[in-house]
Each structure stands twice: as C-alpha cells, then as structure tokens.
T-cell receptor
C-alpha cells in the first residue's frame, strides 16, 4: 500500500537559514511525488512535482526537491528561508494506476527573525 | 482562468441542520476529492469521484454524502450537522493519470454549535 511519511511535525528556522523538510514514501512502482504548501486558513498550493527524469526538481518560491530512489525520499530544500515561508508543508504521492492521492501528515514551519 | 471554487468559505450552523458545501471546478477534471482537515493536522480523504455518477468513500469514515451529476460540480452534504463535524473541508480536482497534480479550493471552515 502507498504511504507517505513526514518525520518532522514541526521545524523552526531562522530567517536566512537553509531549510530541509523530509519526506519518505512507500510505493511499489515509480512514484509521482509532490510538495504542497498551505498558509493558515487557505487551501494547498503546489510547490513542485516529480514524474521522471532529472531527480532534482525546481519549484516556485525558490524551493527545490531531490528524488532519491535508494532512500525512498523526496526532501524539500530552500537555501535561504524568508519569513513568508512560514506555513504547513505537505508531501504527497500520486498512484500510477489508481485515483487516490496520498498525503503525509505535514510539517509546520516557523521562521524566527 | 481555470480554477476550483468552494462556497461558503466560513459557515457557523446549529446542531441538527442540513448543510451542503459546494465545490466547482472549471478545468474539466474527471477526478475530484473531499478532504477533512482539523487545524494543524493532516488531510483525511473522505470522498472521491472518478467522474460523473461515480463516487467512493475515502479512508476516513464520514457521515457526509456526495454526488457527481456534472463533471464540474461535487457538492458535499451533511444531513444533520453535529459539533463533531466542526472542521475545515478541502475540495480538490485532478486530471486523469497518476502524474497529474491536484488543484485545491480555498476550503470551507465549518463550525457546528
């Protein structure tokens, strides 16, 4: 069965520091992987996605993520965090043959001045 | 511009009332989803649809029902609201194919008093 794990429930970083949010997945075939961001009281916005090809994908707002098949991971990174990046971040996997879309439990990011 | 719309954004309603949360998308997507999300918590899939006249229950048991009479419209109904239904409800849609991302509405914040 497909599953997504985000080990970090909450992360606090200083503005200007680098960021890495972890995501591990369990899936029997090549997964389709996504990162979403959710600001308070809002829906989810797509940051980036991985289907195939280059394992380092670039997204919006300066985010990037790297797919590592050997580690079943798809970690999200940003070199320098801005205060406006404070939000909830969700990793998701789309099943190749199914219709469902599986989300991790989310990581809450706090940015301190 | 293609988009996905949820109404109302906020709703406060008394116990025992019947309510319908509206979700419409203009992208012609076949797949649509309803998620329930408590504050700062993960998303729980409560209903999904592959297309017109197709609806399925998700992973989280819910007392709500859905219908899909038109491709663009996927309303969620609670026949008798209870305080335990207080939550945020997010609607999403996707094109066919595992590689496609989900687009989310801004959510409906429901409070049952």
């Amino acid at each position: 069965a497909q599953s997504v794990t985000q080990p970090d429930i909450h992360i606090t970083v200083s503005e200007g520091a680098s960021l890495e949010l972890r995501c591990n997945y369990s899936y029997g075939a090549t997964p389709y992987l996504f990162w979403y961001v959710q600001s308070p009281g809002q829906g989810l916005q797509l940051l980036l996605k991985y289907f195939s090809g280059d394992t380092l994908v670039q997204g919006i707002k300066g985010f990037e993520a790297e797919f590592k098949r050997s580690q079943s991971s798809f970690n999200l990174r940003k070199p320098s965090v801005h205060w406006s990046d404070a939000a909830e971040y969700f990793c998701a996997v789309g099943a190749y043959t199914g219709n469902q879309f599986y989300f991790g439990t989310g990581t809450s990011l706090t940015v301190i001045p | 511009e293609a988009d996905i719309y949820q109404t109302p954004r906020y709703l406060v309603i008394g116990t025992g009332k019947k309510i319908t949360l509206e979700c419409s998308q203009t992208m012609g997507h076949d797949k649509m989803y309803w998620y329930q999300q408590d504050p700062g918590m993960e998303l729980h899939l409560i209903h999904y649809s592959y297309g017109v006249n197709s609806t399925e229950k998700g992973d989280l048991s819910s007392e709500s029902t859905v219908s899909r009479i038109r491709t663009e419209h996927f309303p969620l109904t609670l026949e008798s609201a209870r305080p335990s239904h207080t939550s945020q409800y997010l609607c999403a849609s996707r094109q066919l194919g595992g590689h496609t991302e989900a687009f989310f509405g801004q959510g409906t914040r429901l409070t049952v008093v």
